[in-house]
């Protein structure tokens, strides 16, 4: 898939939805929808990006990139994946970044 209209069209398909839906999931207009799926919007809102993932069960980089977590990055944790990251709010996304910042400057591998 070479764009996220593609990739949009791909996964409605794949589960039977229709394009209003999509709309009622991500509380937008079928218009706006229909501008996705086309193509015509240059740039699509992150609010509307995390809820489009979420409606259609794929993750922001498999819709932005066409790639899986696991082509992107991996994670040392065990019980975390990117998708569980991906679910939270961007407050406790930057606490747990400010977290490992820490600890890696008390490490001294981060100035």
């Not at 082509?71 to 400010?98: C, G, H, R, W, Y």
């Amino acid at each position: 898939m070479s764009d996220i209209s593609n990739r949009i069209k791909l996964k409605l398909k794949e589960k039977g939805l229709r394009q209003l839906d999509l709309a009622n999931a991500t509380g937008v207009s079928t218009a706006a929808v229909n501008k996705w799926i086309n193509g015509n919007t240059k740039n699509l809102k992150s609010e509307n990006l995390i809820a489009i993932s979420k409606y259609l069960g794929v993750s922001i980089q498999w819709l932005v990139s066409g790639k899986h977590e696991s082509d992107i990055i991996s994670l040392p944790f065990k019980k975390i994946t990117v998708e569980d990251l991906n679910l939270l709010p961007s407050e406790a996304l930057q606490d747990i970044e400010d977290f490992i910042l820490i600890k890696l400057s008390r490490l001294n591998l981060k100035d």
